[in-house]
């Protein structure tokens, strides 16, 4: 059986080619692509500009994607919402809705599973299934805007699985997202998370793009973070670290290093004096994650009183540090834990 075209994974111009190659006017890939990315329609059926013919065509040849919603949780403290989104292939991805002061906020998956085996977090526990097309990425950006009737003005790659590892289909994605014919997303308001997949931060250093890239760090050394990651046994702790300051050099964006807290294990005075060290004389920005317990691994939450006192001490040292705000504890809004619920119970 032929695999049906993936047209909401085009950009314009691929659209258009596609379009006139089938013997249609060049405006119609307009059309198509307003009703997609703009309108956020699910289905051909939805296109009702086109002609009765080319959309049976459309509807036979090509695949509009778009995700089946699963599940949603919503938080009775804060009104964040969690969802679960079911791919046409049977797997599952998570993405979370959270509202701030500045504007709506998704967070949203780029693969289902992932491979980076972090021992704190529940969606390496399964490994990788595959990535995600960049027309799964923007449904659940599209989907979440339909549903709450609200605009999306921030998206964060920060879901499950390692965007750098899907680098072809995460940069179609961002291109889409942030295009002025469809959601116009501004480039700067979207941040991509990493383990450090060094080859490909300076790949995303040299697109020169304008988004925030935030680095999974979690230790000062190299012995302490292979043991939280062990993706990091690939890459020298010196390489990652001179990766972000190819990326500042070249894009004029300060990265963010993302810091997440065990308790007992990267919460103590000597880590956060290393950590600053490290750290000190960058134009960066450390975000501090109080970890989220996960039944599988041993790992605990620090209390808030370290949590305060680590951010302190990086402060006093000049570091620009900040707490994670907390939306959705009580939905269990952490990446990755609705997804091995939702799986736990399929068993």
């Given at each position: 059986m032929t695999e049906k075209t993936d047209i909401k994974s085009m950009n314009l111009d691929e659209l258009t080619s596609y379009v006139t190659k089938n013997g249609e006017k060049s405006f119609r890939a307009k059309q198509m692509y307003e009703w997609m990315h703009q309108k956020l329609s699910e289905s051909v059926d939805e296109m009702t500009n086109l002609p009765a013919g080319f959309r049976a065509k459309l509807q036979q040849e090509c695949s509009c994607i778009a995700l089946r919603q699963a599940d949603v949780q919503i938080s009775k403290k804060?009104?964040?919402?969690?969802?679960?989104?079911?791919?046409?292939?049977?797997?599952?991805?998570?993405?979370?809705?959270?509202?701030?002061?500045?504007?709506?906020?998704?967070?949203?998956?780029?693969?289902?599973?992932?491979?980076?085996?972090?021992?704190?977090?529940?969606?390496?526990?399964?490994?990788?299934?595959?990535?995600?097309?960049?027309?799964?990425?923007?449904?659940?950006?599209?989907?979440?805007?339909?549903?709450?009737?609200?605009?999306?003005?921030?998206?964060?790659?920060?879901?499950?699985?390692?965007?750098?590892?899907?680098?072809?289909?995460?940069?179609?994605?961002?291109?889409?997202?942030?295009?002025?014919?469809?959601?116009?997303?501004?480039?700067?308001?979207?941040?991509?998370?990493?383990?450090?997949?060094?080859?490909?931060?300076?790949?995303?250093?040299?697109?020169?793009?304008?988004?925030?890239?935030?680095?999974?760090?979690?230790?000062?050394?190299?012995?302490?973070?292979?043991?939280l990651m062990p993706i990091a046994s690939r890459y020298d702790l010196q390489d990652v670290l001179d990766a972000c300051s190819f990326y500042f050099e070249k894009t004029g964006r300060r990265v963010t290093f993302e810091y997440a807290l065990a308790k007992g294990v990267n919460d103590s005075n000597e880590d956060a004096d290393g950590l600053a060290k490290l750290l000190s004389g960058r134009n960066c920005h450390v975000n501090l994650i109080p970890i989220n317990p996960v039944k599988e691994r041993e790992f605990k939450e620090s209390g808030q009183p370290a949590v305060l006192a680590f951010q302190n001490k990086l402060v006093k040292n000049g570091i620009n540090a900040t707490v994670r705000r907390e939306l959705g504890r009580d939905i269990d809004a952490a990446c990755g834990q609705l997804r091995k619920k939702y799986m736990d119970t399929q068993e």
């Open positions: 804060d009104g964040t919402r969690k969802y679960l989104f079911l791919l046409e292939d049977g797997n599952v991805i998570e993405s979370v809705f959270m509202r701030y002061k500045f504007g709506n906020s998704v967070c949203i998956s780029s693969q289902a599973g992932c491979a980076m085996g972090c021992r704190f977090c529940a969606s390496a526990i399964g490994g990788l299934k595959r990535n995600l097309r960049p027309s799964e990425m923007l449904e659940q950006v599209y989907r979440i805007q339909r549903d709450v009737g609200e605009r999306i003005s921030h998206v964060v790659v920060m879901g499950t699985g390692e965007p750098l590892d899907n680098y072809e289909n995460l940069l179609k994605f961002i291109e889409i997202l942030t295009d002025a014919n469809g959601l116009h997303i501004g480039q700067r308001n979207v941040t991509v998370s990493t383990c450090g997949i060094v080859p490909n931060m300076r790949r995303l250093a040299n697109e020169k793009l304008q988004i925030t890239l935030a680095l999974s760090l979690h230790a000062f050394t190299q012995e302490k973070r292979e043991y």
